[in-house]
């Protein structure tokens, strides 16, 4: 692959945690009223983590991709990182595998790289095993790597929005403000809405209002 053609879903991602970091403890009133860069935004964890799988996609060294992983959040340790996540890390052996949304929000790299569904999905467990094996993480995040290969591969956003809710099926008919989640950073609520705010959206900057 090129570069160009690596590039499309990580820097979307990338874009969209430092947008978002600004309003991890609050929302906006509406789409209109979001203010997408301040003083307070910031890249977070989720661009660290990105940025590590696509490193250990790309060259395939001797690391494995924990070592990666434990490499990057060395480099980068206060970016907030989840109370989970940093056992894992450390080892400790009280870890257990997280359900958490970290899985989808650090995965567009495998969309990137994968040349057919078959690929993204081996990719997809390899990279998010060790940290989310747990049925929601790992979902989540398959979710969100199949939709941005099918958008990056030219399938219709009815298409995504069908394969979506072949997992999330309350998405289907309902607009992404009528779906009544709480917030949440669990996968099996933040992963169908955000899909469903991208349905929804008219351009890349009105999706990350909607969100």
Known sequence: MTEKGINMAIKGAILGDII???YERYKCQTPKSAELFTVENRF???TVLTVAIADYLLHRSSWSIDE???HYTGQYPHRGYGGGYWKWVKKDPTFMPSFGNGSAMR???VADFSKSIDELEELVEEVTIPTHN???GLTGARVIATCAYMAKNGESK?????YAATE???????RYNKLGYPWSA???LSVPLAVRCFYDSTSYEDCMRKV
Request: charged share 25%; glycine share 4%.
């Open 44 to 46: 977070t964890d989720d």
């Open 107 to 109: 995965i567009s790299a």
């Open 168 to 174: 999330y099926p309350e998405i289907l008919d309902t």
């Open 68 to 70: 990666t992983l434990r």
């Open 186 to 188: 669990i996968c099996k």
């Open 158 to 162: 009815d298409a995504i929005l069908n």
């Open 20 to 22: 978002g970091s600004s």
């Open 134 to 136: 747990t049925i929601d």
